[in-house]
Each structure stands twice: as structure tokens, then as C-alpha cells.
């Protein structure tokens, strides 16, 4: 059974996690909103009300591994030590409603995907009971199941009894007595309540509606700033083609006036050669 990992040693791991994963290694996707915990039951895969019998250490693997560790999976744990563990559960009751779980209270799991990662954790202690989304991969092994990127795992606190017991037939389990202690208002509010994924897949569906009305809108606000620029181009265009003409008028009229000055002094010149001509032909 591993030692648990003191904190001051998982801070330096988050530290490190999000420095060698770099500045995105620990963001959340630009379009995530928080989701509360009756939400994300309804979304989760599995739920299950279990103890933890016993914890195993688990191999730097496919699903127990952090951003700096570069080699394959099965390889050296690279300093990883004993932050992977898988835990051994014996389910309390049957799996809540709407699981795709098919197994009775009293049957015993394996659960692997547990220990201190760079950007979150499930962690889990010998001897105590949780409430769990799971989820099971394609070689039908179970992992917790953060839905929307939040908490997968929920310590027995009568306040987490009280969030989930709806979700459980609790008629057939091993600690009924305990887990039926919620008070009457909250069954008024579980059948008064909204279907949470409904809602916020309208609420994302509302959300992209509007982000793409908003990108609509900066194309046409671009498109009309470039044709503000055109009309800015064309009114330049046209008031130097003005300015043009006006000095093209400007020099054909100083040009007729020397043309009908000149034409004034022709007469006088053709009489002057006339008389240079006669008085020419008398001295012959």
C-alpha cells in the first residue's frame, strides 16, 4: 500500500506540471463553463457508491503518466515514484440510476487512473467510501470520469449523501441507514428540478448561436470599414480629377488669350510687309 504523497511534495508536482507542460498545459477549453454537481451526474457514464478495500501502486502507463515524462508507455517511470495508484472498491449499493454499470451491490472493482497528475488529481484512502463517475475504456477498464473537467470522486460527507441520493435504489444497500438520512426538501427540489444537461446544452447551443453572430457581425463590420476605404479612395480620385480640370480650364484659357493678343498683331505685320515690298520694287 502506497505512503500518501505529502502536499508539499504534490504542489511541487503541480509546479513542475505546469511548467514543463507549458503556458496551455493546464487550460481549460475557451468555451467551458462550470457545471454543478446534479449536472454532471446526469452526463457521467457510471456512478457508483463504493469503499476502497486496498491500493495498489500502478506502472508509469497509458493512463498514469505526466507532460515532462517523453518516453512510451511501459517505459521507466522517469522519477514518477508513487504518485499512480489503482484502488481496489467494493461497491455499497447498486450503481445509480442510468449507469452502464450491470453489476450488484457487494461486487468488487478495480479502478486504475488514480494518484497526483500535473494539472488535477483522484485521489482515494483505504478504508473510506466515495461516490464515483466512472467511465470505462474501449479495453473495458475502469477510469474516473471528470465531467466538464471537474471533480470525479466525492468523499462520504453527508452533505455529498444528501447530492446524490436520488441517483441510488438504496433498498439494497449495506449502508441504508446512513445513506437515507436527506431531508424532505431535497426530494421536493430533486422532482421540481430541470433536466440540467438539457439545459446547459441549450445554454451552449445559445452560446455558439451567439459567437457565431458575433463573428458575422466583425465580417461585416471589416467588409464596411474596406468599403468606407474604397469611397475615401474614389472621393480622392475625384477631387484631384476636379482640381485637374480646373487647371486644365486655367491654362486653355491663358492660352486663348495669347493666341487672340498674337491674332491682333497679325494685320499690322503683313501691311508692314507690303510696304517694305513696293518701295523695293521703286528703287529697281
Same mark, same amino acid.
Given at each position: 500500500?502506497?505512503?500518501?504523497?505529502?502536499?508539499?511534495?504534490?504542489?511541487?508536482?503541480?509546479?513542475?506540471?505546469?511548467?514543463?507542460?507549458?503556458?496551455? !498545459?493546464? $487550460?481549460?477549453?475557451?468555451?467551458?463553463?462550470?457545471?454543478?454537481?446534479?449536472?454532471?451526474?446526469?452526463?457521467?457514464?457510471?456512478?457508483?457508491?463504493?469503499?476502497?478495500?486496498?491500493?495498489?501502486?500502478?506502472?508509469?502507463?497509458?493512463? /498514469?503518466?505526466?507532460?515532462?515524462?517523453?518516453?512510451?508507455?511501459?517505459?521507466?517511470?522517469?522519477?514518477?515514484?508513487?504518485?499512480?495508484?489503482?484502488?481496489?472498491?467494493?461497491?455499497?449499493?447498486?450503481?445509480?440510476?442510468?449507469?452502464?454499470?450491470?453489476?450488484?451491490? !457487494?461486487?468488487?472493482?478495480?479502478?486504475?487512473?488514480?494518484?497526483?497528475?500535473?494539472?488535477?488529481?483522484?485521489?482515494?484512502?483505504?478504508?473510506?467510501?466515495?461516490?464515483?463517475?466512472?467511465?470505462?475504456?474501449?479495453?473495458?477498464?475502469?477510469?474516473?470520469?471528470?465531467?466538464?473537467?471537474?471533480?470525479?470522486?466525492?468523499?462520504?460527507? *453527508?452533505?455529498?449523501?444528501?447530492?446524490?441520493?436520488?441517483?441510488?435504489?438504496?433498498?439494497?444497500?449495506?449502508?441504508? $441507514?446512513?445513506?437515507?438520512?436527506?431531508?424532505?426538501?431535497?426530494?421536493?427540489?430533486?422532482?421540481?428540478?430541470?433536466?440540467c444537461s438539457?439545459? *446547459?446544452?441549450?445554454?451552449?447551443?445559445?452560446?455558439? &448561436?451567439?459567437? %457565431?453572430?458575433?463573428?458575422?457581425?466583425?465580417?461585416?463590420? %471589416? &467588409?464596411?470599414?474596406?468599403?468606407?476605404?474604397?469611397? %475615401? %479612395?474614389v472621393k480622392?480620385?475625384? &477631387?484631384?480629377?476636379?482640381?485637374?480640370?480646373?487647371?486644365?480650364?486655367?491654362?486653355?484659357?491663358?492660352?486663348?488669350?495669347?493666341?487672340?493678343?498674337? !491674332? !491682333? $498683331?497679325?494685320?499690322?505685320?503683313?501691311?508692314?510687309?507690303?510696304? /517694305?515690298?513696293?518701295?523695293?520694287?521703286?528703287?529697281?
Amino acid at each position: 500500500v502506497p505512503v500518501p504523497v505529502p502536499v508539499l511534495v504534490l504542489g511541487l508536482v503541480l509546479v513542475l506540471g505546469g511548467r514543463a507542460g507549458g503556458g496551455g !498545459g493546464c $487550460q481549460l477549453p475557451a468555451e467551458w463553463r462550470p457545471l454543478s454537481e446534479g449536472c454532471r451526474a446526469e452526463l457521467a457514464a457510471i456512478i457508483v457508491y463504493a469503499r476502497v478495500l486496498a491500493l495498489h501502486p500502478d506502472p508509469y502507463g497509458a493512463y /498514469n503518466y505526466l507532460p515532462w515524462q517523453r518516453g512510451p508507455p511501459g517505459g521507466p517511470q522517469q522519477g514518477a515514484g508513487d504518485l499512480f495508484y489503482s484502488a481496489e472498491i467494493e461497491l455499497l449499493c447498486d450503481q445509480a440510476w442510468g449507469s452502464m454499470l450491470e453489476v450488484p451491490a !457487494g461486487s468488487r472493482l478495480n479502478l486504475t487512473g488514480l494518484g497526483y497528475f500535473s494539472c488535477h488529481s483522484h485521489t482515494v484512502m483505504q478504508g473510506y467510501a466515495y461516490f464515483f463517475f466512472l467511465r470505462m475504456d474501449e479495453n473495458y477498464i475502469l477510469l474516473p470520469h471528470g465531467v466538464n473537467f471537474q471533480e470525479a470522486i466525492f468523499p462520504d460527507t *453527508q452533505e455529498n449523501r444528501r447530492m446524490f441520493a436520488s441517483l441510488f435504489q438504496f433498498s439494497n444497500c449495506s449502508q441504508a $441507514q446512513h445513506v437515507l438520512s436527506f431531508s424532505s426538501d431535497w426530494e421536493i427540489q430533486e422532482d421540481n428540478r430541470l433536466m440540467c444537461s438539457s439545459v *446547459q446544452k441549450a445554454l451552449f447551443e445559445e452560446e455558439d &448561436r451567439v459567437k %457565431k453572430l458575433q463573428q458575422k457581425v466583425a465580417a461585416l463590420e %471589416k &467588409r464596411n470599414k474596406q468599403l468606407r476605404e474604397r469611397v %475615401k %479612395k474614389v472621393k480622392r480620385s475625384l &477631387r484631384q480629377a476636379r482640381k485637374n480640370s480646373r487647371h486644365m480650364e486655367l491654362v486653355n484659357r491663358k492660352l486663348s488669350e495669347k493666341l487672340s493678343s498674337a !491674332g !491682333g $498683331q497679325i494685320p499690322y505685320i503683313n501691311s508692314l510687309k507690303q510696304e /517694305n515690298s513696293h518701295s523695293t520694287y521703286l528703287k529697281v
